[in-house]
């Protein structure tokens, strides 16, 4: 079962601050040159609880300097913490790949910390070790979780969206529109019987980390850290739980965006050599008259494949979109395995090892792979369809991870609009 709680949160004094300038992409997506920039848009911008200014302090740092930090803005009085336990209703607005306005619901809540080999709480990526010994620095340091881990749960009934909208028009604490024109509502959730319908209603329901293995496997380290050293603390002791968001994966707002790859070593295929290495393969042209044409050629070529075809559309700026697919059984591969294997390896003979040795780009979007190709950062693009919220439980509840760069979860969620103490009582 999901134990999920709510808690007090620590919060910004949006009368003090521009809630909007000071919240901040996740700290694993901030490019290195944004470091600096994002430190000095605000004074107390919420980088400066998630990273040191420049990327060459970060292996020496012992994050002294970021729990000092946060003790200075919370008795300032900058940062304040709610007296009673809440849920935090998030909607975020946002303009959709599709030029489409869309909304994805969600909350803050506090979870209990499991084991993968429970399958309760379920990755679907692997972690790399060193971010995991940073991300635990830090937490050692501030005793806080200054971002949340975001998670996906199935509803496809959405039936817990009743009990989050109507805190939207009773408790509303904070609008803010951050740098990428994406607007945040968050609203609390206080009233006990609706605390107790919305627990109720989560502990059936497996999670699936969508953004945030390392804070959550660092979590784990932590937990099993302080139970080493508290061990008659008990169940629930504050490092057994982690600070997340919850969101339906099922909801028209939760995208699921393909990240389309770039193969940047090679030359294109003729047409004669598609022929030859993707035997059982369709293949189709169309016209590519400009570049702003290809989302919508996608959405009507290879977008209506995407349910029941291993399907993938190559471009070699030649003018034409190559549309190539194949029938999927009901319970086949995930196509992007498919792609991989077939096309990356079967048709560019780029194995794993070449892969790793970066063979290949990830553009997170249509348009950043077309213009990375021409370029000259690769020969082909291959844009590649979304795998579904269907496919990702699929994989997690048979215990896999999914490929690398499979899907990208959007939008992102933000750090700063929450924190939350592990200290209790620590007001």
């Known amino acids: 079962m999901s134990d999920v709680r709510p808690f007090e949160a620590l919060r910004y004094d949006t009368a003090r601050v521009d809630l909007g300038k000071v919240i901040v992409p996740p700290y694993d997506v901030i490019a290195a040159a944004d470091r600096v920039r994002l430190y000095e848009s605000d004074p107390h911008s919420a980088i400066r609880l998630e990273l040191t200014k420049q990327v060459s302090d970060e292996a020496g740092t012992d994050y002294s300097e970021i729990r000092d930090t946060l003790a200075a803005w919370r008795k300032s009085k900058l940062l304040v913490r709610d007296e009673r336990p809440a849920f935090y209703a998030l909607r975020q607005r946002f303009k959709a790949p599709d030029g489409q306005v869309a909304e994805r619901e969600g909350f803050f809540g506090l979870l209990r910390v499991e084991d993968y080999e429970t399958r309760i709480v379920r990755p679907h990526e692997r972690t790399l070790e060193g971010p995991k010994a940073d991300r635990l620095k830090i937490l050692q340091a501030t005793r806080a979780n200054l971002s949340s881990v975001f998670l996906l749960y199935e509803d496809r009934e959405d039936g817990l969206h009743p009990l989050l909208a109507p805190a939207f028009e009773e408790d ?69 739980f982690i600070l997340v ?34 035997p059982g393969w369709s293949q189709k042209k169309v016209d590519l008259p400009s570049l702003e044409a290809i989302p919508d050629l996608l959405a009507q070529h290879l977008a209506p494949l995407r349910d029941d075809h291993y399907a993938f559309a190559a471009d070699d700026t030649l003018g034409q979109l190559r549309i190539c697919s194949k029938p999927r059984p009901a319970d086949g591969e995930l196509s992007v395995r498919i792609i991989h294997r077939e096309i990356i390896e079967g048709v ?80």
Not at 180 to 208: C, F, K, N, S
Not at 224 to 237: C, L, N, S, T, W
Not at 248 to 274: M, Q, V
């Open 172 to 240: 509303l604490l904070a609008e803010a529109t951050d740098e990428a024109g994406l607007t945040h509502v968050l609203a609390r959730i206080e009233d006990p019987e609706r605390i107790e319908a919305i627990t109720r209603y989560m502990a059936d329901r497996p999670l699936v980390i969508a953004d945030g293995h390392h804070r959550y496997e660092t979590a784990k380290n932590y937990r099993d850290e302080q139970r080493a050293a508290h061990p008659d603390a008990g169940p629930d002791a504050p490092h057994e």
């Open 245 to 278: 968001n919850c969101a339906n994966a099922f909801a028209p707002g939760t995208l699921l965006l393909p990240i389309h790859r770039l193969i940047r070593k090679g030359s294109p295929p003729s047409d004669a050599a598609w022929a030859e290495r993707l």
């Open 348 to 427: 560019f003979g780029l194995d794993e090892k070449a892969v790793l040795a970066g063979a290949i780009s990830y553009p997170k979007s249509t348009p950043q792979t077309a213009k990375d190709l021409r370029s000259g950062e690769g020969c082909v693009a291959l844009y590649l369809n979304p795998l579904s919220p269907d496919d990702v439980f699929r994989v997690t509840a048979a215990g896999e991870v999914m490929p690398q760069k499979s899907t990208f979860f959007f939008p992102k969620l933000p750090s700063g609009l929450v924190f939350r103490l592990l200290d209790e009582g620590d007001s």
